[in-house]
Structures are given as C-alpha cells and as structure tokens.
C-alpha cells in the first residue's frame, strides 16, 4: 500500500518523428484520484494507453501494479478497470446484456456477474433501465453504464479518458458524484480531462500537459497557489474602446491578462485593486471578483486556455 501503483520514468511515446509523451515522470499512489490535466494533443490519451498496456513505450520505464506493461500485459489487463475516451457499448443488446457479456471477458462465474451487475446498476442508477437497449439510454446513462462495465472485475485501478465530454452540466454532476464515491471506496482513479472544474472536482493531485511535456505538478490547491494569486479581478470595457488598454493598467496588479474579451486583473488584495481601477478613472461596463481556479494556472504556464 505504501509504494506508488504507478511509477514513470522518462517515458516516451512517438509515432514515427512525432512525439507524443515527450520525456514525462510521475507517480500514482494507492487510493488517490490522479489527473491529467491539458489541452487535446497535450499527450493525456497516449499516456494512458500505456499505462493501459494497449499501446508499447518508446523510451523510459513504466510500471503499473508491480508489473512491466510491455511483458506482463494480460495480466495486467486483468486488474485494470477503463472507460474509454468514446463510448463502445453494443448498443443493440440491454444493460444488463452488456454487463454480463464483459464480465465474460475477464472469466467471471457467472453467479458473480449476476451478483455484481445488481451492484453495478445500483451505483449506476441504472437498476429500473436493466433491460433497455443501450441505443435508448441517453448519453449521461451511457457514460455510467460504460463506467460501472469498466468496475465488474473488480479492478485495483480504474483509467478514466476524457469521462464527461460531451455530457450536460446536469449529467456531469451525476457522474462526478459516482466518481467520488468511488474515491470514498478506496479505488484508485486516474483521470485525463481538459475541463479544469472537473480536475479540481476530482483529483486529489495533477500533472499540467501541454505539448507533450508535464509543465506542472501537484495538488490544485498548490498548483494555484504556486502559479497564480489568490483573487482575480475581471473586466469587460466597451468594445469601441481603442484606448491602450494593458498600459492603463500597470502596477495595478501582480499580473494583467489582456484577452480579447476581456482583462483579467491577478491580485492578492481584490479590495484594493478595484479601488484603485476607480481611482484611475477607469469605467468597465461590468466587474466581477472571484478566486483564482486552474484555468488561471494554464494561462499563466501555456498562454491560452485549456478548451482549444
């Protein structure tokens, strides 16, 4: 329990000339929540593939569970729970359908899968959809099909690509509150996502991607607070307003952000920036003060905003 189920060492990936994990290390430990948090292209899918004993490293050294994904790979397989970043239920046969054929996969007796899929569809919320075809199911009801599917064998690590993209606000509340009590159980989850609210939701501790590479490390409160400020001001001006806008701003905060629809303000004391935004003069058409968030720290480290 104390040594880390996941241990990476300068791991590669490349696909001919191009890279696509460039060099990266980490460690995952037992009973954590462990993200991978970049944009699409940062590299979060391949590394997970490896650690899902689907896709060969290139260079480096990997272990998941003990083993060596590149020679112990069914075994591996075996301990190994994953929600794919695309659905692939079959989508012709029922709920219940799906969940006994995958417990087939892994040799389950077939009294244990009966058993477990009475489990699975309670931690779903699926019990009262047993026998609908999945090609019914909406796309928040497939998503937690696909994830209790991934739990009926048991697994010791449970790999989440992308879990709520594409789903509703609504529908990922739901799935981030079965995820978390996973979390409660003692499952180990290693989550890829580029929605920055999901990772703070979710994870215990996360690597910041970005062009391959791990660019940061830690938890999301330390993340923000190594990289960012406490508070942000943001601003929204006219859109006729030509005057030179980041210069009216110096000394008015830690750091000024200018996008194109908008300023953003990085400052220790909210109070006191806003005063002084008055004080010069100033005239917004409308201010908004709020804490600082993951999505400020990929700013400040990429320059540009995680949803690209």
Known sequence: MTEPLVTATSLTKRFGDFIAVDSVDFTVTHGEAFGFLGPNGAGKTSTMKMIGAVSPISEGSLTVLGMNPMTDGPDLRARLGVVPQ???????????????????YFDLPRPIIRSRIEELLDFAQLTDRKDDIVDDLSGG??????????????????????????????????????????????????????????????????????????????????????????EVVELRFAIDDDNDTEHEFDGVAKNVEVLPDRVLLYTDDADDTV??????????????????????????????????
């Open 141 to 230: 009801m497939k998503r937690r099909l696909t994830i209790a599917r991934a739990l009926i064998n048991e697994p010791d690590v449970l790999l989440l690509d992308e879990p709520t993209t594409g789903l509703d606000p609504q529908a990922r509340h739901v799935l981030w509150d079965r995820l978390y009590r996973l979390k409660q159980r003692g499952v180990t989850l290693i989550i890829t996502t580029h929605y920055m609210d999901e990772a703070e939701q979710l994870c215990d501790r996360l690597v910041v991607m970005d062009k391959a590479k791990i660019v940061a490390e830690g938890t999301p409160l330390d993340l923000i607070q190594a990289h960012s400020t406490r």
């Open 86 to 104: 695309e659905d692939n239920l079959d989508t012709e046969l029922t709920v219940a359908e799906n969940l006994t054929m995958y417990g087939r």
């Open 275 to 308: 005063a002084e935004i008055h004080a010069r003069g100033l005239t917004p058409e409308t201010l908004l003060v709020r804490r600082s968030t993951l999505e400020d720290v990929f700013l400040r480290l990429t320059g540009r905003t995680l949803i690209d």
